[in-house]
């Protein structure tokens, strides 16, 4: 079956504008997350979406992120006022019941960012 | 806060056994895993250990102790297509992952 997709594959912005980055996680997953990845290190949370629960956002790194969720399937990650340090790859993930049982998040292959 | 070390890089022959170590600091655990991630690639789920011992998935087996705060992966019969980072990620409180800086594992003929 299709897996998560991520677009776009690229985007290069200037500082300063906005971006909005999209995921579609696989059918049926209720829980979905997003990590960023600066090159060359690990996965950094972001944000965490479960059902119709409150978000988890306590990965954000300012207040110019920003993330939805709409009708429980795709998301949309924004970033306002884009800066430098913005620049990395942002992994979408989901997972079946994002129960403590087994955490197996299944990642979509990324948007890489990059901030002129 | 949650907090993981393991090493940065490792090298290896083909058929080699590789271990991989993960130590962790976290204010709550509900189990340990191990993913996979090839360059330019996403990563790939592994293993997930909850309760102390050897989980063994073909020629990769992870282990957990949660006295010690510490895991490994280990890597057997190493192929040139193992070459990849592999990260340990410990869940907590949230349903979320920490994950570790990543081992980045050389495979050579």
């Known amino acids: 079956g299709a897996g998560v997709s991520q677009s776009p594959s690229n985007k290069v912005t200037e500082k300063g504008k906005d971006v909005e980055l999209r995921c579609d996680p696989i059918s049926g997953h209720t829980a979905l997350y997003w990590y960023r990845q600066s090159l060359g290190q690990g996965l950094e949370f972001l944000i965490y979406f479960q059902g119709n629960s409150a978000p988890d956002k306590s990965g954000l790194p300012s207040d110019r992120f920003s993330a939805e969720r709409t009708g429980g399937s795709v998301s949309t990650l924004t970033i306002q006022r884009t800066q430098q340090e913005d620049s990395a790859v942002y992994l979408c993930?989901?997972?079946?019941?994002?129960?403590?049982?087994?955490?197996?998040?299944?990642f979509g292959p990324g948007t890489r960012l990059t901030v002129t | 806060g949650q907090s993981l070390e393991q090493p940065s890089e490792v090298t290896a022959v083909e058929g080699a056994i590789v271990q991989i170590n993960c130590t962790y600091q976290t204010s709550g655990f509900y189990g340990l895993s191990w993913y996979q991630q090839h360059d330019g690639g996403a990563p790939t789920f592994l293993s997930y250990?909850?309760?102390?011992g050897l989980e063994e998935t073909g020629r990769f087996s992870s282990f957990l102790s949660r006295s010690d705060s510490y895991g490994y992966l280990l890597l057997q019969e190493l192929q040139m297509k193992d070459s990849a980072s592999y990260f340990c990620?410990?869940?907590?409180?949230?349903?979320?992952?920490?994950f570790g800086g990543g081992t980045r594992v050389l495979v050579k003929p």
């Open positions: 250990n909850a309760l102390d």
């Open positions: 993930a989901s997972s079946l019941a994002g129960t403590r049982q087994t955490d197996e998040q299944y």
């Open positions: 990620a410990v869940s907590g409180a949230g349903n979320k992952l920490t």
